[in-house]
Each structure stands twice: as C-alpha cells, then as structure tokens.
C-alpha cells in the first residue's frame, strides 16, 4: 500500500483530541467528522441548518482537494445533526453538493456535538479514481438477466455434482 498521508486543517480541536481532518492511504481518503466552521474555528450559520450543511460540506471538499480528489470521488458520507426534525434543510445542501454522483448516505440525531452551535457534522468517504477505474466505470454492467443466463449454462460446480444422487448400481 502507498504511504499514508495525514491532512491537517489546523482547528483548535485537531491538537486536543488528536485527529487530523484527513487521512489518505492509497486511492481512499476519509474525511473526520467536519463541522460547519470557518479557517479560524469559528462556527458558521448559528442555528441555520442548511448553511451549517453547506459550509461542512464545502470544508470536506477543501480536505479532498488537499489530497488530490474531489466531492466526485465521495462514495460515502454520514451526518450527524442534533435536530432531525430539520433533516429536509440537510438534504437540501447535501443534494446540492452531490447530485450528480450521490455517495451512500446516512443520518443519524445526536443528542450534541462539539460546540453549542454546531447543529451538523458530516464524515466523508472518497476512492480516487485512477485509469483502471475510471475505464470500468464507463463501461455498462451486465443486466441482471445477462448474468443469470450466462450462470445458468455454466457446468456445475464439483459441490452441486456431488450433491446429486449416484446412478450407480
């Protein structure tokens, strides 16, 4: 495996519990936990959910640029808001950021995070795309009936011979 490379945004928090905003290791990057905070800390959008979503958003893409990828290349985030009810206000900035390629996804309510005004905190998970990659993507996936039928008139497996009845007497 390639080197691993640490990303540092430099937040008060990094040095306290000592994380670092990024880590990439080979062709994956992960994203920490990433709150809606500007370059000197300061929380963004008090109690404006979107923007908090928004601007933690634009963070993470921050990280990923440092490691040579992008928002394209996330294949997976999770948020963490302190108010579900709101959960339509984080969609709407998520959706804005990856609708083009939505990564898996998940939320979850939490009952607080790092600081009293921070409402959202998204991790991110991204696979650089390298040419082997990107070549398989573009090509089109075998329908399911495509695979089915070229399953089906394979021989079977030494496992499914043996388990039918001997015809010999």
Not at 29 to 39: L, M, Q
Not at 43 to 61: D, F, K, L, P
Not at 67 to 75: N, Q
Request: with cysteine; charged share 25%; net charge positive.
């Amino acid at each position: 495996m390639d080197d691993i490379i640490r990303i540092s945004t430099n937040v008060r928090w990094e040095p306290v519990f000592g994380y670092s905003r990024a880590v990439k290791a080979g062709s994956l990057i992960v994203v920490s936990g990433t709150a809606a905070t500007d370059e000197n800390g300061a929380v963004i959008g008090v109690n404006q959910m979107y923007s908090q979503g928004r601007q933690a958003i634009a963070n993470i893409a921050s990280a990923l640029e440092r490691a040579g990828s992008g928002l394209g290349d996330v294949i997976r985030t999770r948020i963490f808001v302190t108010d579900i009810s709101r959960c339509n206000e984080v969609a709407r900035a998520h959706s804005e950021a990856f609708g083009a390629a939505p990564p898996a996804s998940s939320m979850v309510e939490v009952r607080r995070l790092i600081h009293p005004d921070v409402m959202i905190e998204v991790e991110a998970d991204a696979l650089m795309r390298t040419a082997d990659t990107t070549a398989a993507a573009a090509k089109p996936a075998a329908s399911v009936k495509q695979r089915f039928e070229t399953k089906s008139k394979r021989r079977p497996s030494s496992a499914a011979a043996r388990s039918k009845p001997s015809r010999r007497k």
